[in-house]
């Protein structure tokens, strides 16, 4: 099974502000997925952004970007001009290209808190 | 545009009653799963099924059954309920059109068991 690892249990930001939320994960695979949900308060699991690892090219949606650096298994997210809209659960997931493709795993999450 | 349908959204049982969490899709999924998510512990996947008629265990299936009979619908049945299964479960399904596959999530079945 690979693993996904969400060192920050809880993190603050000021509105307006940077953030970046930081997720490594273990695989000995060379083709992958990676993705970061949004879990709001009403419980409803968002996705985010995704990025496939052949790309080298950092996905970006609007103020979400990431930084993937497959040599060091690191996917981090950025958050920019953060708003309160932001505050959530944040959970970081790997997902399988050819091996078994069929599960996703999940990091243990991350909580944001946004500070106006 | 309903999406992933769960019911029902909150229920409380005492251990040993069974009960089963409802699932459907309408966008004609092949691929749909069940998940778990407990404090610290993020999301783990229970079951899952890649089309009617064929279902596979996750990481924690222990407790749980399932079945596929339609492509639309994905039930999970807890036969004698214990407090260790005191969660949130998420629906979530896939469509394998998709180059990436993202999961798509209904709003989640929150279980006490007493």
């Known amino acids: 099974a690979q693993t996904v690892t969400q060192s920050q249990p809880e993190m603050s930001v000021q509105e307006a502000e940077t953030v970046t939320l930081s997720c490594t994960y273990d695989?000995?695979?060379?083709?992958?997925?990676l993705f970061w949900y949004k879990q709001p308060p009403s419980r409803q699991m968002i996705l985010v952004i995704r990025?496939?690892?052949?790309?080298?090219q950092n996905a970006t949606e609007n103020r979400f970007s990431v930084n993937f650096q497959k040599a060091a298994k690191s996917f981090s997210l950025k958050i920019s001009d953060s708003q309160l809209g932001d505050a959530a659960m944040y959970f970081c997931?790997?997902?399988?290209?050819?091996?078994?493709?069929?599960?996703?795993?999940f990091g243990s999450g991350t909580k944001l808190n946004v500070k106006p | 545009n309903a999406g992933v349908t769960q019911t029902p959204k909150f229920q409380v049982l005492k251990t040993g009653q069974s009960m089963t969490l409802q699932c459907a899709q309408d966008?004609?999924?092949?691929?749909m799963s069940w998940y778990r998510q407990d404090p610290g512990m993020g999301l783990r996947l229970i079951h899952y099924?890649?089309?009617?008629?064929?279902?596979d265990q996750g990481e924690v299936p222990n407790g749980y059954n399932v079945s596929r009979s339609t492509t639309e619908d994905f039930p999970l049945r807890l036969l004698s309920a214990a407090p260790s299964q005191t969660s949130v479960y998420f629906c979530?399904?896939?469509?394998?059109?998709?180059?990436?596959?993202?999961?798509?999530f209904g709003e989640g079945s929150r279980l006490t068991v007493l």
């Open positions: 979530a399904s896939r469509s394998d059109a998709s180059n990436t596959g993202e999961l798509f």
């Open positions: 695989t000995s695979e060379s083709d992958y997925y």
């Open positions: 990025q496939e690892a052949y790309k080298q």
């Open positions: 997931a790997y997902r399988s290209h050819w091996g078994d493709f069929n599960k996703f795993y």
């Open positions: 966008m004609n999924h092949e691929y």
């Open positions: 099924s890649v089309g009617a008629g064929i279902t």
